[in-house]
């Protein structure tokens, strides 16, 4: 008689001797008796599958070869905002990508480390879907179980470990909140991020941040030989007003497609512009662009070509860029 038994056997004794006294509560408690044992039932028959099945002792090997990294499944975020105004605009966004930047309480390692596991976790899957069958005399043999209750309990058991979303699964609380005392006014705004929506941001906040570091290099492609053939091809002329040196502006060279926006640091891409000019565009598109007129790759026009197969949309700096397109078809 193993230890279960005699706790069962304890536990059962020890109840009946209760309900002598609270006879009206003996269905409830005979119910919850019932689910006790048979929770620890299931627990001891989970252990014993555990124990005999090769198939589980190959998962949990590789399990422990994938190396899963410990992860903290909720995160709180609490910012004060000084005024109603503020409040109003924030956006949770942004707080979240700050306390990404700033690694927060391990809050980036903490995703990090869950996108790996996600990963590792689909490995797994891989893996046990790729395991040969196995023999089940020998494990039968031990475990005294029928081989239909074997390996219904031992399936059980690999889907727990295939579906075990508690290896990457990270939520993110947000609560911003203002206060001020003096007149009674209390608010706040919250969000609760899930999974799906945390990695979402996390990606935007990695291609921000991948932007960003592209925009510095364009910058520092810019010398002072490119900006001394893109003023002498225009002619040192406002491509906007055609204004020119002569007439006593600043001419600036600008990135067509600007840089914040995916621009090259290529001829096709750079033009002459007043500083007034260059000013007044910002980083917005020209309206060629906006028209689907100017190359996304590279910057340059787009011309309509002819080939064997028929009419497309190619790139005018061909064959240094090989971008081409369908002609839309108009409604």
Request: net charge positive; hydrophobic share 30%.
């Amino acid at each position: 008689m193993t230890k279960l038994d005699k706790f069962l056997i304890f536990l059962s004794i020890i109840i009946l001797i209760f309900t002598n006294y609270y006879f009206l509560e003996i269905p409830i408690i005979i119910y919850f008796l019932i689910r006790l044992i048979l929770f620890f039932v299931h627990k001891r028959e989970v252990t014993i599958v555990t124990k005999y099945s090769n198939k589980i002792s190959k998962i949990n090997s590789k399990k422990e070869e994938l190396n899963f990294a410990e992860i903290k499944k909720n995160h709180y975020i609490a910012e004060r905002e000084y005024s109603r105004k503020s409040l109003d605009r924030v956006r949770m966004e942004d707080i979240l990508f700050y306390h990404l930047d700033n690694n927060t309480n391990d809050l980036r390692t903490n995703l990090e480390n869950s996108l790996q596991n996600k990963e590792k976790l689909e490995t797994l899957k891989n893996y046990i879907d790729n395991l040969e069958e196995e023999t089940y005399e020998d494990a039968l043999k031990k475990s005294g179980f029928k081989k239909e209750k074997f390996l219904k309990i031992e399936g059980d058991i690999i889907d727990s470990i295939k579906n075990n979303q508690t290896l990457y699964e990270v939520n993110v609380y947000i609560r911003v909140y203002y206060n001020n005392p003096s007149n009674g006014v209390n608010e706040e705004k919250t969000k609760f991020l899930t999974y799906e929506e945390l990695t979402q941001n996390y990606h935007n906040w990695q291609k921000g941040k991948e932007y960003a570091a592209n925009a510095k290099l364009e910058r520092k492609i810019m010398n002072d030989e490119i900006r001394y053939n893109v003023l002498k091809r225009d002619n040192y002329t406002c491509q906007i007003c055609g204004a020119k040196a002569s007439d006593g502006v600043k001419l600036h060279v600008d990135h067509i497609i600007p840089i914040t926006r995916g621009g090259k640091t290529v001829m096709s891409n750079l033009q002459t512009l007043c500083e007034r000019c260059n000013v007044g565009k910002s980083n917005k598109i020209d309206k060629d662009f906006e028209n689907d007129m100017l190359c996304p790759k590279c910057g340059a026009k787009l011309v309509k070509r002819k080939s064997k197969y028929g009419s497309f949309i190619g790139c005018s700096a061909y064959p240094k860029c090989h971008y081409t397109r369908e002609i839309k078809k108009e409604k």
